[in-house]
Structures are given as C-alpha cells and as structure tokens.
C-alpha cells in the first residue's frame, strides 16, 4: 500500500511537469491543461446489465435473484451529473403454496442526481433519484395482477474510462416502491448489482 501511494505521488509530482514540455496553448494560459489536471466530462450513454436481489421476502422465495437489463443516459460536466434510466426484468417462478408456474415483470423509469469525487478516467460516485415502476405478475390462481407506483433509490458505483470514448461501469443500487397490486402489499424494489458499458457523449 505504501508502494502504491509513493507510485501515485510521484506520478502526480512528474504528470504537471510533462504537460508543460507539450507544445499547445500559448503562454500563460490558463485552465486544467495549464495545471495538469484534466477533467474528463461526466456525460454518457450506457447499456446496464446485472442481477436484482429483492428485499420482498414472499417475491425472493418465488422468483429468487432476477436478471435486470437497462439503458442509462448522464449529462454533466464536472462534479454533478443528472441521470435518467429505463430497466426491465422479468422471471418465471412456482407459487408458494400450489407450486403453479407464476410470470413477473417490472418496468422502471428513474431519474435523480449524481455527484463523483474524482474527475479523471477513474470516477468513484454516489446518487440518489426518484422513479415509476409497473409491477405486473400472471399465472392460473389469480389470473393478471397490474399495478404501477412511486419510489425513490440511492446507489454508488464507480466508471472507468477505457481509451477516448469508451466508459466501464459498476454500480450497486437499492431501490425501495411499496404497492398492492391485488389482495397482497408488496415492496417490488431490493438491490440491484450491475455492469454497464457505453460511450461519453
């Protein structure tokens, strides 16, 4: 670890220096090239992959863990971001008491805010936002069950910028959106872990 920091200082002592030998701007100009410190924009387009843990104890023993799939879309600049994201997951389980095949499936729209603490090609950050989900679930005992709702969610990731364009990310977020879709409450939210992978725009 200590190898690390003392590799990473020196780094940032020697990156300024290595700048300032560049041809570029003329003298005296001012700005992150002038300082050595560039900030990357926090603006992108992602396809998200991942895996949905729900908190809903009646939906975890029916569905278990869920695959989730979405497109998320940032614009920002320097530290804060807006974010607005669609997600769809689906899976087919057995009913608790008559072991029948039973369909799920929710849409998710989300919007909220981000803020990151590093502006470089590594960018850690956290957010938090608002969103509508519509629950619907089918099978042979209660027929179709439909309903759409209000929640909020928080999560934390991190996006790494791989060449000029492309950006990795990884994301953990937990979503929470009580409804009663029928003659049962359900929370439909839980932890969702995810890849994405996309382009700054």
């Keep these: 670890m200590r190898k690390l920091t003392l590799a990473l200082l020196v780094l940032g002592m020697a990156l300024p220096s290595a700048r300032a ?18 900030v990357l924009p926090f603006s992108m387009m992602l396809a998200r992959a991942g ?22 879309l940032r ?11 669609g997600s769809y997951r689906s899976d ?22 981000l ?19 519509s629950f619907k679930e089918s099978n042979s005992f209660i027929g179709q069950a439909s309903k759409g709702g209000m929640g909020f969610c928080v999560l934390g990731g991190a996006s790494y910028l791989a060449g000029s364009l492309i ?7 937990y979503s929470s959106c009580r409804m009663k879709p029928a003659d049962f409450d359900i929370n439909i939210g839980g932890l969702t872990i995810s890849l994405g992978i996309g382009f700054r725009i």
């Design 21 to 38: 030998q560049q041809p570029g701007g003329p003298v005296g100009a001012a700005g992150p090239a002038a300082t050595g410190r560039e």
């Design 75 to 85: 614009i920002g600049k320097e530290k804060l971001a807006g974010w607005l994201e």
């Design 167 to 173: 950006v990795l990310d990884c994301r953990i977020k």
């Design 115 to 133: 803020y990151r603490f590093m502006t470089g090609a590594f960018s850690p950050y956290v957010g938090a936002g608002a969103g509508y989900y």
């Design 51 to 72: 895996v949905f843990l729900a908190t809903d104890s009646a939906y975890k023993d029916i569905y278990g863990d869920t695959p989730v799939y979405g497109l998320e």
């Design 92 to 113: 087919t389980g057995a009913s608790s008491f008559t072991k029948e095949e039973t369909k799920v499936s929710v849409i998710g729209l989300e919007a909220g805010a």
